[in-house]
Structure formats: C-alpha cells, structure tokens
C-alpha cells in the first residue's frame, strides 16, 4: 500500500494519546456527588502530596509507574470510609480506629490512598506509613534506650520527621509545643513551632538523628493535644506490627515488634492507649508478604477467617492481643462491581495496554471487540482488582 | 573500607555477609555478632558507627575475656518511661547495681569463639593428636590421602595436593 494511503488509513483508526482521558478530580466536592461511584478520578497531586512525599507500597508503585497520570476509581466502600473520616474529623481518635480488610488484590492499600487524599485535601494533618514491613524486618537502624526500655529507631524516625515537614507545613507551623524540649545541646523553648522544632533537627542532622526518636514523640505528643487540625494516622502492611520482628537482641532472641519505638506508638494509638483528641487511626492490612502472616489475634479481633482449623491448643500472646482492642474492621468488597471494572479498563484502555484490535465488519463499519475483552478479562479475575489489573489487561497477549 | 584484624571489609558489603570474611565466622556467627552489636541485617560496612567497629574488633581480638552481655529489661505493654529529667547515667547505674547483687551466668556461645590463627592452631593440634595416638586418620594426613574413606583408585586430588600433619599451616 502507498504511504500515504497507509497513514490516512492509521489516522482513520488512531486512538487517543494515552492520558487523553478527562477525568474528575479526586476531591472532595466531587466526592459528595451521588453518581461518583464507579467511575474513576484524578489525583490532584502537588510535590508536597503524601504520594511523592511518604512514597506508597510497592506494588502500587508499579502500577502508577505504568499510568500516564496517577488515577483511581471510586467504590462504594471509598464513600463509606470518607463518610466515617468526615465524621471523625470533631471526634477523638478513640472513637475511629478502623482496618480495612479483605482478601488478596480486592484494594485495601488503594483505598487507604484514596483516604489519605481525601484527608490531605481537608487539610488534616496526615502521618502515612506505606510500608510498615520496612520497620519490623531489620532494614533499619536500631539502639536500646534504657529509659523507655524499647529499642528506638533513629533514622526511620529522622525520615518520618522529615516527611511530615513537607506535608503538613503549613499546620506545622501553626502549633507550637507546650512545654520546652531539652536536646542535647540546646533547650527548645515552648512556644516553639513544631516545624521549627523538625527543621533544628534536619539542620543539625549529625547530631539530631540519635535524638530523633525522641523529637518526633515530642511532635506526637503536642498532635495528640491541640484540636485545632483533625490527625489521621494511616498505616499499609498493619499485621506486621503484631508479630515478631526479624531483628534479634544482643542475646540473639527474636525481638517482639511492640518492643521497637515506632511499631510500639503505631500499636498504642491503634489500641487506644494513646489518643488524637481530633482524628482517626486507619490501617490496612495485606496479604501478598508471608513473611508477616496475619497474626491469630489480629484475626480474632477483626473478625476474619482462619488460615487452619483453630483447636484449644493454639496460643494467643496477651500483650499482642490487648494491642488489638476495640480495633474496628471495614470490609473490602472481593470483587470489583461490573461499573468499577469497566472505569478500570477504560483508564487502562486509555493508557493503551490493550491492543489495539480495531476491526471492520461486512458492511464496512468499525468495529472492536473491547467489550469481549472486558467480559472475558473480567471473568478470568472473578472481579478481583488485582488479578484483572496484572492477570488480565497487563498480561494481555492479543497483537 | 573497614580493617578488622588486618581483614579488610569492604565499604559496600553488608555487614552481616563481610564479616564471614574472617577465618572461622561463618553466616551463622556473623549473624550472632551482627545481633550483639545492634547491626541490623541490611546494614552495609560503611554504615557501621565507630563504636561498632571498635566493639567489634576489640570482641574479636579476644572473645573469652569479653564482660558478660547484660540484659536490659524490655518495656511492658503499660511501661510508663521514667521523665527526661532522668539521665541515662542513672539509669544505668541503678540497673548495674540491681545486676551485681545477682549471679548471672554466661551462656553466650561466642564465648568460646575460636577464629584466624588460634582457630588454625587447634585443627593443626587436632591432627598432630592423631598421628601421635598413631590412629588411621593420623596416618592418612602423614601420607597425604584422604582420611574419610573416599576412593582413591581415581580422584583424591584435593587429598593428595592439600592432607598434610601441617594442615591449614
């Protein structure tokens, strides 16, 4: 065929560059619309968003690596957590202490996203831990402190600190500790504020990041506080602060996750030990590490399934299990309902995942056979997001 | 780059699998001494603090006269930490004293660690031991074939070339 028949006939058929889709924002005067549900949104990103900032859990990660423009679809179950949140915004923590569970691949970690967004857009003060894996498996520094009797973590610790700077600055800014700080080498005076506190510590990194520890539970305390910014704490891979970690002691026993500073505080607010006087504590649980297995009191506790037939015999640790009190579950649907599927494979379609199998039938007339993939796709995955996401439209082989 | 015992560790290495470069550490004692130490297992030789690198070495010049490992109490679920008016010094002191007035044994296996040159030393002892006794082992090491029953009709190279009474000499 000529080239220039060839390229009238490729234009004829061209699809839309990818990312051409116009979407909503994901935000929340758009949310409050009823017809929302099932179709898919845009994150409104700035450089300052917990996204960029706290990073997210990796296999997400991938997937947006993938998408043009970070995008997601609004389930029934998003409306229901951001109703929960909006409530909880004038309540203590005590009161909004939720896990989102559910099998593998069915969007919990999406849908803790979607409700760190959603918070960052009211202006909450937002403390997101996308990998809460990385504390508890021996990838970062810890030292014994003889005073809480915990083994600290100072450079997560150092990183968490520095995150929360960039996030929430402008809140930061506006409130102010209450009592002064001795450091090492300086009094902090109170009336200090808490992001001048942060930014003494990242200026004076040498020193600071053995006191860093000590730093972000002086900005934890003074959030717990002040009511005048509602706090959500999220927490992705939440099991795996109720087992044992894989550090070991000087004695070379294993060491118990709630004796490590940060998974203790993460545990402490999730238990109620320790309160926001306004905001919410929300974690995620998952299922795709089996080094960090759902533990049996997490279970108990939420509800859920059992991975074996329970006897008499199988043990509960008490301190883990009174770490698991009045821990509230919120169930993610298993499958992707036929709306929320058809927005994902349209964001996918429009990202050309898919081949580009674009017919003509007798009469001449254009046809593609998109919606067999779909059904087809679809009913491979059962409706589970993941599997129809990387088992179905990334894995497709049709040329 | 980190010297231990005139073994130079490099900077990129984790810790964990560098120090299985000292003769007679292998993955499982450097795991136990990474965990004495505080170093957790992705930590590389060049994130190491200078305190470990001296702890470490002066262990390893000689693990037997090393002071017993105390241990430190760990925090209960209700464990209300003490106000930052306290110093550590007195903590520490309060938990030394609480410590003295009990006996405590010391059942850390790396007591007994043996490594480099008093490691090399034994194992020549050992065969030296059995050719003195004049048992089959020892005879086989004096003449240089292989002590464990394996065939020497073929094979035996590494026997022949390397089973000596000065063994690892």
């Known amino acids: 065929m000529p080239p220039a028949q060839l390229l009238a006939v490729k234009a004829k058929f061209a699809v839309e560059p990818p990312g051409s889709l116009s979407l909503p924002l994901f935000e929340p005067k758009a949310l409050k619309t009823s017809d929302i549900v099932g179709k898919a949104a845009e994150f409104a990103l700035d450089k300052n968003d917990p996204f960029y900032v706290f990073g997210l859990p990796r296999k997400m990660l991938l997937e947006f690596r993938l998408m043009t423009k970070p995008t997601t679809v609004v389930r029934g179950v998003t409306k229901e957590s951001i109703e929960l949140l909006q409530s909880a915004k004038d309540k203590s923590s005590l009161d909004t202490r939720v896990v989102f569970t559910g099998r593998a691949g069915c969007g919990k970690s999406f849908l803790l996203l979607q409700a760190v967004e959603h918070c960052v857009a009211q202006k909450w003060v937002v403390i997101y831990i996308p990998r809460a894996v990385n504390l508890v498996n021996s990838t970062t520094t810890h030292a014994y402190d003889i005073r809480t009797q915990t083994y600290l973590q100072p450079t997560f610790s150092f990183q968490t600190l520095q995150r929360m700077l960039t996030v929430n600055d402008v809140a930061l800014r506006k409130l102010t500790l209450q009592t002064s700080l001795q450091l090492e080498k300086r009094e902090v005076p109170a009336g ?84 926001f006087n306004k905001g919410a504590f929300v974690g995620a649980i998952s299922c795709s590490d089996t080094n960090f297995p759902l533990p049996i009191e997490l279970r108990d506790a939420l509800g859920l399934e059992y991975d074996h037939p329970m006897s008499p015999y199988d043990k509960r640790f008490k301190p883990v299990f009174d770490y698991t009190e009045g821990l509230k579950a919120i169930k993610v649907p298993e499958k992707l309902s036929v709306q929320e599927a058809m927005s994902v494979f349209e964001i996918w379609k429009n990202e050309q995942a898919l081949a580009d199998v674009v017919m003509r039938d007798s009469e001449g007339r254009v046809v593609t056979n998109y919606d067999e993939q779909f059904l087809a796709k679809y009913t491979q995955s059962g409706g589970n997001a993941r599997d129809f996401v990387w088992g179905g439209i990334l894995a497709n082989m049709e040329a | 780059m980190v ?70 109490p760990l925090a209960t679920p209700d464990y209300v930490s003490p106000p930052l008016s306290t110093s550590t010094q007195e903590l520490q002191a309060e938990f030394l004293a609480k410590r003295k007035a009990k006996k405590v044994k010391n059942l850390d296996p790396l007591k007994n660690l043996k490594i480099e040159s008093e490691l090399r030393r034994e194992v020549r002892e050992n065969i030296a031991h059995q050719r003195m006794i004049g048992s089959y082992v020892g005879r086989r090491h004096a003449m240089g074939l292989p002590v464990r029953g394996q065939n020497t009709q073929n094979n035996a190279k590494t026997a022949k070339k390397l089973n000596k009474l000065d063994r690892h000499g």
């Open chain 1, 192 to 275: 200090t504020s808490l992001a001048e506190l942060i930014e003494i510590a990242i200026n004076d990194r040498s020193r600071s990041v053995a006191q860093a520890p000590l730093i972000l539970e002086t900005v934890m305390r003074a959030l717990e506080e002040q009511t005048r910014y509602p706090v959500l704490f999220a927490v992705d891979d939440f099991q795996s602060l109720y087992g044992k970690s894989k550090y070991r002691d000087p004695h070379f026993e294993t060491i118990h996750s709630y004796h490590l500073s940060l998974p203790r505080m993460m545990l402490e607010y999730a238990s109620g030990r320790r309160k």
């Open chain 2, 3 to 72: 010297h231990i015992l005139g073994i130079n560790l490099p900077d990129n290495h984790l810790a964990r699998f560098a120090l299985t470069k000292v003769y007679g550490v292998g993955q499982h004692t450097a795991h136990r001494l990474c965990a004495r130490l505080q170093v957790h297992d992705r930590c590389k030789v060049r994130d190491l603090s200078p305190f470990q690198v001296t702890s470490l070495a002066s262990f390893l010049s000689s693990p037997t006269s090393a002071p017993p490992l105390p241990r430190y």
